[in-house]
């Protein structure tokens, strides 16, 4: 090849890469708006005659091009994907519209149920409780011992700190029901009155725990109390559960260790009160259908005693 030749031709190797560069930027599938063009090879191939060596040679470089430019933009994706799904460790929300609460339930916010009329009365007194002043108070004892596990816990990391404190309300508080702790199938008493009497049953236990957790300084809102069916012995019960990202807490005057609702699944939650609100529960049945509970003012929980 002589040099004139080969000057014409390294022009129309030039030329036929630019015009199919050109042509590649417009060579797209269709697309939705806001998603990027995705390369289509095969199409710049009918839009450009490549019938020379010369252009055989710039078909397999932009071949090449376009596989790398494919290979940077899967690259891309995958690492936008793994961002994406990094897991956030702060605190959540504590009942949603999904399978996503307390013991994998679905929760729904409601005010007229029985309980929520109860926990208006008892709430001020959770969020006001002081667990440092016994002055004209009952039951100061047991009120030193929960300021000392609330002392205690300052600085521990946060599985210890609800741990000592679920475990010290499970040693300060004797079970005993409503009816013979206050005369009444179901009664909520506030952090002062289970503390002056030193006795309660399974949502007093809950109350205080939720009550000392406060002051220890989780936010109330991530606390709830969950009035519960226990499918296994087929009664009633209340226990508190703390919402994180990281699941539900349980803590159990049935037991001192503190578990993932997961680990307990006779558990069927009923409704829940947290802070200011109140919300009824359902668990998804088989046929995708939100199961019905029991009527709510029927139920009253209470267990028994704590087995250690």
């Not at 503390?195 to 809102?221: F, H, T, V």
């Not at 503190?258 to 947290?274: I, R």
Request: hydrophobic share 45%; charged share 20%; with cysteine.
């Amino acid at each position: 090849m002589n040099k004139t030749r080969w000057k014409h031709g390294r022009k129309y190797l030039k030329t036929s890469v630019f015009a199919i560069g050109l042509a590649s930027l417009f060579a797209t599938t269709p697309t939705q708006a806001g998603q990027p063009a995705v390369l289509v090879p095969g199409l710049l191939h009918q839009m450009v005659s490549l019938a020379s060596p010369l252009a055989a040679i710039a078909t397999q470089t932009i071949d090449t091009w376009s596989k790398q430019a494919s290979e940077a933009l899967r690259r891309q994706n995958v690492q936008q994907v793994a961002l994406a799904t990094r897991p956030d460790l702060r605190p959540q929300p504590s009942a949603q519209s999904e399978p996503s609460a307390v013991f994998h339930s679905v929760a729904f916010r409601v005010s007229a149920i029985p309980v929520a009329r109860k926990w208006k009365t008892v709430y001020p007194a959770v969020v006001a409780a002081d667990f440092n002043d016994c002055a004209q108070k009952s039951g100061c004892a047991a009120r030193d011992i929960l300021g000392q596990a609330i002392e205690n816990a300052d600085g521990l990391a946060f599985r210890q700190k609800i741990s000592g404190i679920n475990r010290t309300v499970n040693r300060i508080v004797r079970y005993q029901p409503d009816a013979e702790n206050y005369g009444a199938k179901d009664y909520w008493a506030t952090p002062d009155e289970i503390l002056a009497r030193g006795k309660g049953d399974c949502e007093d236990y809950a109350i205080l725990k939720m009550a000392a957790l406060k002051a220890a300084g989780l936010p109330s809102e991530a606390m709830s109390i969950v009035v519960l069916r226990d499918v296994r012995r087929n009664l009633y019960h209340a226990v508190l559960a703390i919402t994180t990202s990281q699941g539900h807490f349980i803590l159990d005057n049935l037991s001192d260790e503190v578990k993932l609702d997961t680990a307990l699944p006779s558990y069927q939650p009923l409704f829940s009160v947290s802070a200011e609100r109140s919300w009824i529960h359902g668990i998804k049945s088989t046929g995708d259908k939100v199961a019905s509970a029991a009527p709510l003012a029927d139920v009253m929980p209470g267990e028994g005693i704590a087995v250690r």
